[in-house]
């Protein structure tokens, strides 16, 4: 059995290690989505929404990423958690706004979206992922 110190250190390894891993991943994302809102905005933004499709994925496990660091963050760093439940509430709003845009076939309302909503957030996510990477949070 583990002490509540050791545990707690875990814990705190295990957060720093999975955030250094979505700031990489977001790091990465984010160029991607940046360069795609040229052809959301063009006559034919098909390809641009089968490079969103594709995103889902990655949004499925940026939740993830959120829920755990916010329930790890709760107890010892209340403002960061914080921080993880506003990063999280905006990113699901921005999700359903898009979703409504990629069933109204809306490249433009798509990629203005994406760039202002998404991406914005993505952007707070990489942010605090990167804090907790760095421990500097501690």
């Known amino acids: 059995m583990s002490t509540p110190a050791e545990h707690q250190q875990a814990i705190a390894t295990q957060l720093q290690q999975s955030s250094e891993a979505m700031a990489e991943y977001l790091a990465r994302a984010l160029p991607v989505l940046t360069d795609n809102l040229a052809t959301l905005r063009s006559a034919d933004p098909e ?3 089968a490079v969103l499709a594709q995103a889902v994925e990655g949004l499925e ?7 755990a660091a916010q329930g790890a963050t709760a107890d010892t760093q209340p403002e960061i958690s914080a921080a993880l439940q ?6 699901l709003g921005a999700v359903s706004m898009i979703v409504d845009a990629m069933t109204a076939k809306d490249g433009a309302l798509l990629a203005d ?13 990489e942010g605090v992922a990167v804090q907790l990477a760095r421990g500097a949070a501690h």
């Open 113 to 125: 979206l994406v760039e202002f909503e998404l991406i914005e957030n993505l952007r707070a996510c």
């Open 86 to 91: 506003s990063v999280q509430q905006a990113l």
């Open 61 to 67: 496990w940026i939740a993830e990423y959120l829920s």
């Open 47 to 49: 390809a641009g929404v």
